[in-house]
């Protein structure tokens, strides 16, 4: 019996100091991405991933602690700072959330709102309390376990819809799906925590964080991915080559090649008619020297013939170039719109209704 308990006690302090150790150093792998990168993007949700990770380090370091000393006695101190810390784990998981750049429209209200904080922060205080109130009667309380369990369901939710849509929309399938089947052993451990042993509790909790660790620092990496293959380049270095050409049932076929864009030797992106006149126009009057095009004023009437109807006009430009690069609804405003707008067309200092192409007249082929 005795040579069990040693057994036992050997097994937890491994496996605490496996904890603190693999889970500290992920702490630090995902900063030093966050310092490198996501600082200059003021992006914060890493740092929250990084921290609810750490809290799985503190975890590895209480077992370590109370490993050594007796298990009966010490066991609602110990299993009160696992719920605590756990708590923590899930909440900063949830604050990370509203970070991600890629979130279902199904769940963007809600974790976009301004009561997100209040939404996850009020469940987080009431399975708090059951779990310090455990520590302090040293009683063993079943409810703080519970309710461990149910926080961290609501996690796993969020974050398996986010996780999942992040992915996909980089166009990441195998790690999209990968990532639901981590959720699923991730949700599977938190139901053993309310039906089996320490000693096999320890098997799950080893897999599904080291499975959690490998998905954060998979989405980490696509995001870098993502941020490396869609900056466009300089003006000077992007090239255009207009087509339209005759089908043999008549019909004319519009395009423009786009060379220079990172990771591609040459691009070919289809327009309708009405699309291509328009960005056709911006060409021609880049090339023509006269390269100022005139957007109507809002509520005009004088009936006087403008370049451009309404702003509306550039933005089909933008989202048709887009489509034809990333694929339908592949990419975001901030990421790749704004910095397209910025590569292709520049307006007037000194008129805000002029706008004309920024691609140097000998880049482009008509």
């Not at 369901?153 to 992915?167: A, C, E, P």
Request: one cysteine or more; glycine letters at 6%; a positive charge.
């Amino acid at each position: 019996m005795n040579e069990q308990v040693d057994n036992g006690l050997s097994l937890l302090q491994f496996y605490g100091w496996w904890q603190l150790m693999v889970c500290f150093f992920a702490f630090l792998g995902l900063m030093a991405i966050w310092f490198h990168i996501g600082r200059r993007q003021k992006d914060y949700g890493q740092v929250w991933l990084a921290i609810s990770i750490l809290c799985w380090s503190v975890s590895g370091g209480i077992e370590v602690i109370y490993a050594d000393g007796s298990m009966v006695e010490l066991s609602a101190q110990r299993d009160g700072w696992r719920s605590i810390l756990s708590l923590l784990n899930s909440l900063f998981i949830l604050l990370s959330l509203p970070w991600f750049r890629y979130i279902h429209q199904n769940l963007e209200p809600i974790i976009k709102s301004r009561y997100w904080p209040y939404i996850v922060g009020i469940p987080f205080l009431f399975s708090l309390l059951p779990a310090i109130t455990r520590m302090i009667s040293g009683e063993s309380l079943g409810i703080s376990i519970e309710l461990d369990v149910y926080y961290a369901t609501l996690t796993l939710i969020f974050l398996g819809g986010i996780l999942f849509h992040s992915f996909y929309r980089r166009r990441l399938i195998f790690l999209a799906y990968l990532s639901i089947l981590c959720v699923l052993i991730t949700f599977v451990a938190q139901v053993l925590k309310l039906i089996d042993t320490d000693t096999n509790m320890l098997l799950f909790s080893a897999v599904f964080k080291t499975c959690l660790i490998m998905i954060f620092f998979a989405l980490a990496l696509s995001w870098v991915k993502e941020l490396s293959e869609n900056v466009f380049p300089d003006s000077e270095n992007l090239f255009l080559k207009f087509k339209k050409e005759k089908q043999p049932s008549g019909k004319y076929v519009q395009s423009v090649i786009f060379r220079g864009l990172p990771g591609r030797e040459e691009r070919e992106v289809s327009f309708t008619p009405g699309v291509y006149e328009l960005f056709h126009s911006f060409a021609q009057a880049k090339k023509s020297g006269n390269d100022w095009l005139e957007l109507k004023p809002k509520n005009d009437k004088r009936g006087r013939e403008y370049d451009i109807q309404d702003y509306n006009q550039v933005k089909r430009i933008l989202t048709s170039i887009l489509d034809g690069l990333y694929g339908k609804d592949n990419w975001s405003k901030e990421t790749h719109m704004e910095p397209l707008k910025s590569t292709l067309f520049e307006t007037s200092a000194q008129r805000e209704r002029k706008i004309r192409m920024r691609i140097p007249e000998k880049n482009i082929m008509m």
